[in-house]
């Protein structure tokens, strides 16, 4: 079992910064990809990012905006959010994929950004 716990996010306006948060406990070992997907109200999931060891994959839409990182240990990832755009807004939610391709989500943290 792996726990994922996101902090981070809240509201800004258009072109400002955020940064989200995201730490893992239990079986991290078996973690080998960490990722934040958002949705917006009435959208399906999406993906923003994922890094698995030093490989970074980001959606188009936030290319040379965000960047995703973990720390040495990747027991925690972060999402730096910058040049944010109304489009940006909605829940963002951390998810790991283990060895075994288990998926665990985080419960979400809201990211409002305002025009």
């Known amino acids: 079992q792996v726990q994922l716990v996101e902090s981070g996010g809240g509201s800004v306006q258009a072109g400002g910064s955020l940064s989200l948060s995201c730490a893992a406990s239990g079986n991290i070992f078996s973690i080998h990809t960490l990722g934040w997907y958002r949705q917006a109200p009435g959208k399906q999931r999406e993906l923003v990012a994922t890094i698995s060891g030093a490989v970074t994959n980001y959606a188009n839409s936030v290319k040379g905006r965000f960047t995703i990182s973990t720390n040495n240990a990747a027991t925690t990832v972060y999402l730096q959010m910058n040049s944010l755009k109304p489009e940006d807004t909605g829940v963002y939610y951390c998810?790991?994929?283990?060895?075994?391709?288990?998926?665990?989500w985080g419960q979400g943290t809201q990211v409002t950004v305002s025009s």
């Open positions: 998810k790991g994929t283990t060895d075994y391709r288990e998926e665990y």
